[in-house]
């Protein structure tokens, strides 16, 4: 959709194709196709539909970017929003761990110290008959 500038007149928004950013990253780095591919965790004849994609999904852009350690931020500024929701979710997800691990602590020392109460009454009812 069109967008109104400064004194109404009218600027078309350039749409960023992704594609085309990731096919020249990947030339620019040097490192053959096929190689780049697989450490993104695809094959080549994915690659290439994925050069095709003007609109390629922003995780699919991030594994490429791991792969031959490139940032994709100034081109696609998309990705600067996607990596601070990455990291909201790792540090989320850290957190649901952390509770986790305080939960099994919690209740490791709650079924300990049940345990050592029955192990007393055992003791004790054992000592009861022993004396019969």
Same mark, same amino acid.
């Given at each position: ?55 390629? +999904? ?20 998309? $990705? ?30 709650? $079924?300990? +110290? ?19």
């Amino acid at each position: 959709m069109p967008k109104a500038g400064l004194f109404g007149e009218v600027k078309k928004q350039t749409k960023i194709n992704r594609g085309a950013i990731l096919k020249k990253a990947v030339k620019d780095s040097g490192i053959p196709i096929t190689e780049v591919a697989r450490r993104a965790g695809y094959g080549r004849v994915t690659y290439y539909t994925h050069i095709d994609n003007s609109d390629l +999904k922003l995780d699919i852009l991030d594994k490429y970017a791991t792969a031959i350690k490139y940032d994709f931020r100034d081109e696609v500024p998309e $990705m600067v929003e996607y990596y601070e929701r990455k990291r909201e979710n790792s540090l989320s997800t850290f957190e649901k761990i952390e509770a986790d691990r305080d939960f099994w602590r919690d209740e490791y020392g709650r $079924m300990l +110290k049940e345990k050592n109460e029955m192990q007393k009454k055992i003791e004790f009812l054992e000592a009861k008959l022993a004396k019969k």
